[in-house]
């Protein structure tokens, strides 16, 4: 079994640490996906990983932008795992 596999068996999620334009992109995917989805299980799975690129994304544009990271007063990018709903 590869690796890949093994992750989805068990339900882990990695997200890549790509670019931000990346990460946005495959939010939007996600999100274009859901608008045409009408199976709940599959709308559960495309809402997490919308949510989930866009927290890795917004991670990434405040580790890269160092007047935005945290430790300045800034609250982190990353708030929360589950997703909204």
């Given at each position: 079994m590869a690796v890949a596999d093994l992750r989805i068996a068990i339900g882990v999620v990695v997200l890549e640490w790509r670019s931000a334009t990346y990460h946005r992109a495959a939010a939007a995917r996600a999100r274009r996906l859901l608008s045409e989805t009408t199976t709940r299980?599959?709308?559960?799975?495309?809402?997490?990983?919308?949510?989930?690129?866009?927290?890795?994304a917004a991670a990434i544009e405040t580790a890269s932008d160092p007047t935005r990271a945290e430790g300045r007063g800034e609250p982190s990018a990353i708030t929360s795992t589950k997703p909204p709903g």
């Open positions: 299980g599959l709308k559960e799975h495309l809402t997490q990983a919308a949510v989930g690129h866009e927290q890795v």
